[in-house]
């Protein structure tokens, strides 16, 4: 029940900027996740908040308390490990009880804490087992049980699904969720899975290159990306590279022209004519239009030139005046549209999500 | 980073230090002042001069002649032999090959045992002598001769150079030998070609480690290749001219020149197999 | 010739060079042990048996016992004082580490008849008051330090800081964590530096025989050499020899048996 705030952290190593003035809040209860691909700084963020790492510049504080200065092990966090940290010279029961012993718990409570942290993790009769002994989805719930067992104030995983096969690992993320929920401890995660962020996650960070660029709920980040790199990792997206050409300034909407495409959509605050945008539209959200109905300004003519039969989807390349875009058919219709190719269609490109600056 | 952060390894290193540098760095210091005084002029009125120095050149040239001349060629010998006993210990055989690794401890023991082993070995009136009576061979007046010498000191630094030679040849990913197989190439083109080529750094590296270690030989020396050799190599030189003829000057300054010489030779060889030993 | 045959052949080949390289290292060894139980009686005529080792018993055990008394105080030392600086050198990133990591190993390599000619230059002039056994102790620990740095080096590679990380988050302070996590990780890797310290410190013979003069103490390979030097190639100099060898063999085998060359290997063994 504490209150996570990174304020401004920043870590630099030599020139390169790891991590640039990330600020970052996690409230009471919530599982807050860092999403983003290898090297973008998310472990660093983490190995920050738990004092693995110096702060270079920038506070962490739990609740009120500046904790910059404090070393890892004065700050009751359970942090756990990409790769399994399991103590090799321990059994279990020694690896769970080491922490307690380091905050000087008597031995009667040790053996009731062991207990409870095993029926958590429901791994009661594992007590006696060597680490050695363990799965990889075992060990990993053992390490849980190891923090729990010292009732921390704070969670922090650091991508401890990563090396847990994929069955595995959709098993054991709600039940990380399933355990945070329970015990009401706040959390901070790391992932660069995309798909188990959004399973599990109150709310998100995606970070990229050292800084934040998008924090939401997963609906938020999926709907509305701010920025080219948060529309390209969460989901699939077109990308069409233009500017505006008109604005409507009152209404919020515009056109946007993008290489022989206009698209009319709603403009965000801050954007004036001529500017640089890229308007981002997701496969699932491109709707075929049937023969006849057709609105004025919202139909873009199009080709087939590739169909793809995924099972549940339908994938159609089409050609839109040069450009090709993806076309994600969902339901029946799919059926509709199995090995056609060089079929002239009409689209509806409505829900466009217009962001400042051009996708690479 | 505060000062307590810069504090701390330096606490830990401190003991390390101080042992090494009271023990080992300070008295080298000495060596190199007692090297610049006349014969044992240290210890009483110090007489300063560069005469040591210039007499290695020329009284001393000859000793140095000798004891680079033995060493290199023994550690020459090292490869020789070395190289396919590595090979072969760390590719062709499976079973036992950690019998052959402990074998490798039993010269580190001691360059005496060595020394006294093939002292023995070759006494005239001693036990090869006696076997080659037996087999009728002319006796090969063996034992104070240059070669038994060589031998001994091949012997003794057999595990540095094996050593070595096993680092590089280990650095080889077996995926460039087996593609090269997998082109066509047979076993001695491959070798030929791949692996020795990759390895020439490595063996030169267990040339140069041969002979550093070689320069620290003395009960060797002392006991076998006769009067020419013992008292014409260098460590025997030091001490005679130590401890019996009292003259610390010149002592000091060939010690100092086989130190510099010996770290400088193990940097190459550092350098050329790229750091075996850190 | 079918391809399993020539795989047999290159095999034999193999095998036999190796045994007999192996062999040749071993020849001083066995000539010494030969030598040692060969001896003659009163009458003239040569006997094999174990006369020679009882017959030195008296006057070579005390040297023996000075000898294993050195090595395992060096041992001791260096342990202490290793440890803690190859975890600085692994652990932590400072300015110089390089520099003062190749200044340390240059130890190694300066030639035993130099580093010990120094050593009395140093008793005589600056250390009058260290002299004796500490004295000794003090250059064997300076001469030694850097195989247990080597060795303790290569053991904190091994060991992943996600352990020591893991510690220090679960609450335990930087001394439980190494007293209970990180020795017995690196545990037997200082076991390495430990038997090479042992088997090289008591067996040598260079820097004791200089220091025999200050220090006035004669360890067992000094003893050996001197009567060498005094008396040729008696049997009981061969049993001498024979016995520090079989010591050192014997320690070496049993820790072999318990550890086996795991730890060796990155430090003088391939």
């Not at chain 3, 139980?37 to 006369?51: A, I, N, Q």
């Not at chain 3, 060096?74 to 600085?88: F, K, L, R, S």
């Given at each position: 029940m504490t209150r996570i705030l990174a304020k401004d952290v920043s870590k630099i190593y030599g020139n390169t900027k790891a991590v640039y003035r990330v600020s970052l809040e996690a409230r009471d209860s919530e599982f807050v996740t860092i999403l983003g691909p290898s090297g973008c700084g998310k472990s660093t963020t983490l190995r920050m908040i738990a004092g693995l790492i110096r702060v270079d510049e920038g506070r962490v504080f739990f609740d009120d308390e500046d904790v910059t200065d404090v070393p890892p092990n004065k700050r009751n966090i359970g942090f756990v490990f990409q790769r399994v940290a399991l103590f090799p010279h321990m059994n279990v029961r020694k690896n769970i009880a080491f922490g307690l012993k380091a905050r000087h718990v008597p031995e009667r409570e040790i053996r009731k804490k062991i207990k409870q942290a095993l029926a958590i993790v429901r791994m009661e009769d594992y007590e006696n087992r060597a680490p050695s002994q363990l799965s990889g989805g075992q060990a990993q719930r053992i390490e849980i049980a190891r923090v729990l067992a010292t009732d921390p104030d704070v969670l922090l995983f650091d991508e401890p699904l990563s090396n847990i096969d994929a069955k595995l690992r959709d098993e054991l993320k709600f039940e990380i969720r399933k355990i945070q929920r329970e015990t009401g401890k706040t959390m901070v995660y790391v992932t660069h899975d995309q798909g188990e962020a959004f399973a599990i996650s109150d709310r998100i960070y995606v970070m990229s290159q050292g800084i934040v660029d998008q924090v939401g709920t997963p609906t938020e980040l999926y709907m509305d990306p701010s920025t080219p790199f948060v529309a390209g990792f969460i989901g699939q997206n077109n990308f069409l590279v233009g500017h505006i050409e008109s604005l409507n300034s009152s209404s919020g909407t515009g056109t946007v022209h993008s290489d022989g495409i206009e698209i009319r959509a709603h403009v965000p605050d801050g954007l004036k004519c001529g500017d640089k945008v890229t308007a981002c539209i997701r496969p699932e959200d491109i709707e075929i239009l049937p023969e006849g109905k057709r609105e004025p300004g919202e139909a873009t003519k199009a080709r087939i030139v590739e169909s793809i039969f995924l099972g549940n989807t339908t994938r159609l390349h089409v050609d839109a005046g040069g450009t090709i875009l993806k076309v994600d058919l969902r339901g029946p219709e799919r059926f509709s549209y199995l090995k056609v190719k060089d079929k002239e269609i009409i689209m509806s490109l409505k829900k466009c999500t217009v962001i400042r600056g051009h996708q690479t | 980073m505060t000062i307590r952060d810069r504090l701390k390894p330096l606490a830990l290193l401190t003991p390390a230090i101080a042992l090494e540098v009271g023990l080992f760095f300070v008295p080298l210091a000495m060596l190199g002042i007692v090297s610049f005084t006349s014969r044992d002029s240290f210890f009483f009125t110090p007489e300063w001069t560069t005469k040591n120095y210039e007499s290695l050149f020329s009284v001393f040239s000859f000793d140095f002649q000798v004891t680079f001349g033995l060493v290199i060629v023994a550690a020459f010998l090292d490869l020789l032999l070395g190289f396919p006993f590595t090979y072969i210990m760390t590719r062709k055989i499976r079973k036992y090959s950690d019998v052959f690794r402990a074998v490798m401890l039993v010269p580190l023991f001691g360059e005496l045992y060595i020394a006294y082993g093939f002292y023995y070995l070759f006494l005239p009136g001693g036990p090869l002598y006696f076997i080659l009576d037996i087999l009728e061979i002319p006796a090969l007046k063996a034992m104070y001769s240059v070669q038994t010498a060589v031998i001994a000191l091949a012997v003794y630094t057999f595990p540095f150079a094996v050593y070595n030679i096993g680092i590089s040849l280990q650095g080889i990913d077996p995926a460039i030998e087996e593609s090269a197989r997998c082109l066509g190439a047979g076993w001695f083109r491959t070798f030929w070609k791949v692996t020795l080529p990759m390895c020439l750094p490595g063996l030169l590296g267990a040339w140069l480690v041969g002979i550093g270690w070689g320069l620290g030989a003395f009960a060797i020396p002392v006991m076998m290749g006769g009067a020419m050799i013992s008292q014409r190599f260098l460590s025997v030189e030091v001490y005679s001219l130590a401890l019996l003829q009292l003259d610390l000057g010149t002592a000091s300054a060939i010690g100092i020149v086989l130190a510099l010489v010996a770290v400088t030779i193990f940097y190459f060889s550092l350098k050329a197999s790229r750091g075996a030993l850190i | 010739m079918k391809p399993k045959d020539t795989e047999r052949i290159g095999q034999f080949v193999s095998y036999g060079y190796v045994l007999a390289v192996s062999v040749f290292l071993l020849?001083?060894?066995?000539?010494?042990?030969?030598?040692?139980?060969?001896?003659?009686?009163?009458?003239?005529?040569?006997?094999?048996?174990?006369?020679?080792?009882?017959?030195?018993?008296?006057?070579?055990?005390?040297?023996?016992?000075?000898?294993?008394?050195?090595?395992?105080?060096?041992?001791?030392?260096?342990?202490?004082?290793?440890?803690?600086?190859?975890?600085?050198?692994?652990?932590?990133?400072?300015?110089?580490?390089?520099?003062?990591?190749?200044?340390?190993?240059?130890?190694?390599?300066?030639?035993?008849?130099?580093?010990?000619?120094?050593?009395?230059?140093?008793?005589?002039?600056?250390?009058?008051?260290?002299?004796?056994?500490?004295?000794?102790?003090?250059?064997?620990?300076?001469?030694?330090?850097?195989?247990?740095?080597?060795t303790c080096i290569v053991a904190f590679k091994y060991v992943d800081p996600c352990y020591e990380e893991s510690a220090s988050c679960l609450g335990a302070g930087r001394l439980t964590t190494f007293f209970k996590v990180t020795m017995p990780l690196i545990g037997p890797g200082v076991s390495a530096g430990i038997l090479l310290i042992f088997v090289l410190s008591f067996n040598e013979f260079i820097t004791a025989l200089l220091l025999n003069l200050p220090t006035k103490l004669m360890t067992a390979p000094v003893r050996v050499f001197a009567e060498i030097t005094r008396a040729r190639a008696t049997p009981y100099i061969a049993a001498e020899a024979a016995v520090l060898q079989l010591i050192s063999l014997a320690v070496v085998v049993v820790y072999l048996k318990i550890v086996g060359t795991k730890y060796l290997r990155g430090v003088v063994l391939v």
């Open positions: - | - | 020849v001083p060894f066995m000539v010494t042990v030969i030598r040692s139980v060969t001896y003659s009686l009163p009458d003239g005529t040569t006997t094999v048996g174990l006369k020679p080792y009882f017959d030195i018993m008296g006057s070579f055990w005390p040297k023996v016992y000075l000898s294993l008394s050195i090595a395992v105080t060096t041992i001791m030392i260096d342990t202490a004082v290793g440890i803690p600086a190859a975890y600085a050198l692994v652990r932590y990133a400072f300015p110089g580490k390089r520099a003062l990591y190749t200044l340390l190993n240059g130890v190694w390599y300066v030639p035993g008849i130099c580093y010990a000619l120094s050593l009395i230059l140093a008793y005589y002039f600056l250390y009058k008051w260290a002299l004796g056994y500490w004295g000794f102790i003090a250059a064997y620990s300076a001469g030694f330090l850097l195989l247990m740095l080597m």
